[in-house]
């Protein structure tokens, strides 16, 4: 069974996960958005205290606040992290769009390297796939993870609470994202709760 633990991270309240399953020990982070130090000591001290394994470095976007953690994480693990290739470009400007979000730069560090994913990928943590699911709009490359045998999807800034991604930074789109959302989405099962980048988990039916 897949279960999850929650950190809110940086100056921006990104939601990171470590997910993992609960018979292998197999675990993965999605959006490692850590600034500080000691956010990055918490996220370590819980994957070492259940005795994990991280296998996957999952990115829903390359916005800078969800990316932020993701040269340490993947020095830590010594994994690769995974992001559709839509959004590769943006992951390697962390400055700029800081700069042009917060009007200052953070001395963010973008990734060494990063792989790709696409629609419709299946991911395996231990023994839960996981579904990628491409929902452009937020961003071009902005994906969602789902996993049916949780009945649970990792939204990123695609679907929130009473809420959906900004449209207005570069690459934005609020047709392509209402679209992504009513097919992509909410064609999911109404129970399926929903785990988004920012603020409190909510469930499709709600959304919808």
Same mark, same amino acid.
Do not use: W
């Given at each position: 069974?897949?279960?999850?633990?929650? +950190?809110?991270? $940086?100056?921006?309240?990104?939601?990171?996960?470590?997910?993992?399953?609960?018979?292998?020990?197999?675990?993965?982070?999605? !959006?490692?958005?850590?600034?500080?130090?000691?956010?990055?000591?918490?996220? @370590? @001290? +819980?994957? &070492?205290?259940?005795?994990?394994?991280?296998?996957?470095? /999952?990115?829903?976007?390359?916005?800078? !606040?969800?990316?932020?953690?993701?040269?340490w994480c993947a020095a830590?693990?010594?994994?690769?992290?995974?992001?559709?290739? @839509?959004?590769?470009?943006? @992951?390697?400007?962390?400055?700029?769009? &800081?700069?042009?979000?917060?009007?200052?730069?953070?001395?963010?560090?973008?990734?060494?390297?990063? &792989?790709?994913?696409?629609?419709?990928?299946? /991911?395996?943590i231990g $023994?839960?796939?996981?579904?990628?699911?491409?929902?452009?709009?937020?961003?071009?490359?902005?994906?969602?993870?789902?996993?049916?045998?949780?009945? /649970?999807?990792?939204?990123?800034?695609?679907? +929130? $609470?009473?809420?959906?991604?900004?449209?207005?930074?570069?690459?934005?789109?609020?047709?392509?994202?209402?679209?992504?959302?009513?097919?992509?989405? +909410?064609?999911?099962?109404?129970?399926?709760?929903?785990?988004?980048?920012?603020?409190?988990?909510?469930?499709? !039916? !709600?959304?919808?």
């Open positions: 069974m897949l279960l999850y633990k929650s +950190f809110m991270v $940086n100056p921006l309240g990104v939601n990171c996960f470590v997910a993992y399953d609960d018979e292998t020990l197999d675990a993965t982070i999605i !959006d490692p958005g850590m600034f500080y130090a000691q956010e990055c000591e918490e996220v @370590a @001290a +819980f994957i &070492a205290d259940n005795g994990l394994h991280v296998s996957h470095i /999952l990115l829903t976007h390359g916005h800078f !606040d969800h990316v932020m953690g993701v040269r830590e693990y010594g994994v690769t992290p995974l992001l559709h290739s @839509a959004d590769h470009r943006l @992951a390697y400007d962390l400055e700029r769009q &800081a700069l042009l979000f917060m009007r200052r730069t953070l001395g963010a560090t973008a990734p060494e390297s990063l &792989a790709a994913i696409a629609d419709g990928d299946i /991911l395996r $023994n839960v796939e996981m579904q990628v699911i491409h929902t452009p709009g937020h961003t071009p490359g902005g994906v969602c993870y789902y996993v049916p045998s949780a009945q /649970l999807v990792f939204t990123g800034d695609t679907l +929130f $609470n009473n809420g959906v991604g900004r449209t207005d930074f570069e690459g934005g789109s609020a047709q392509t994202l209402f679209t992504s959302i009513r097919e992509r989405l +909410f064609t999911l099962p109404s129970e399926t709760k929903v785990l988004p980048g920012h603020g409190p988990s909510t469930t499709i !039916d !709600d959304e919808m």
